[in-house]
């Protein structure tokens, strides 16, 4: 949707328009008129293609200072984990398995339930989630052979337990002497689905010991430019505990923005040679995040459970508060999010009267 943005300008490929379009636009000459742009990346598989052809497209563009090796430990996530227990920063208790008869022998001694994450969390796109959960031993060994037969490498974790609005997060721009020249935290409301979704309620707030274990972790493993890292709050032991780490910008980025942090513009000024030397100074907390129809189901979803009610739900939608897409200034991309969900509404009403659907029901999110 952001490409109806006024602000933006899009570059269609012919062709595939994957990475591995990406690829042949970036290094062929269909990209030669860009030449000397800034290249940001904005997804897992924009950090790999990058990564894997840093020297090329470094001839070519101005690229983020981050290491490609330093890239690939926070796009793996048993690396990630790793290079946590060296830092000295809690993670949750994890085994790598290579294979099923694997599985099975060591099965027995996990704490169940257990959830399943791959490597490289692009990998689990033909899931449409984050991880599997396994309750059991069977159920794991059930949903292994599911991933094994995809071809992807898993982590084995332990699940934390406890609600959603125990996970939290650092984002910072750390320079090449390990100081944050941005930084911000904030925590999550509510996801949906519940414990396992994508957010959609996020606030901004301040919390020393977030900032402090997510700087500690970014020193440790030499990251230099932008860096996000979430932890959870496991409730048995009260210690925040790593989940996932990410060297590129989120879909949370126009938060960090309203609360006065410009990861973007900072990473932009930095790759021409014009960032200030000084570093932020303070932000506004309290400014909210919100999905609303996703929200409107997570919070469907918690009245049944019982965790929350109405009035909560209300009580915690206080301005201020943005949605990711609208702007009084710029309508054009939630005016195309809002009639992409009107056709895909009308296109499961028509499923439910068992009319024949002419187009594509992948063809909008």
Known sequence: FIRHSRAARCITLAGDTGPAGWKRFLLGPDSDHLRGAVLLVCSDEAIDLVVRHYAALSTKFRLEPSKGEIKRVLLDKLETYRAAQAAGVP???FWRFDTLAELQDGADGLPFPVIIKPLMSQDFEVFGRKYLFARDKAHLLEQFRRVTHEGIETVVMEFIPGSDDLLCSYN?????MGEPRLAFTKRIVRRYPVNMGIACSHVTD??????EMGLR????????GFGNIEF????RDGRLKIIE???????????????GVEFGLFSYLWAIGRAPNAPQQGYRAGRRLWLPLEDLHAMRALRRQGALSLGGWLASLRPPIMTPLFDWRDPGPAMREGAARLRNIARRGLGRAGVDDPVGRDAAP
């Open 91 to 93: 993670t949750p208790r």
């Open 172 to 176: 910072a721009w750390i320079d090449e």
């Open 206 to 211: 301040w919390n020393p010991e977030v900032a």
């Open 217 to 224: 972790f970014f020193r440790h493993v030499g990251l230099v």
């Open 232 to 235: 959870k709050r496991d409730p």
């Open 245 to 259: 780490c990410n060297a590129r910008f989120t879909a949370s980025d126009c938060l960090a923005v309203a609360s």
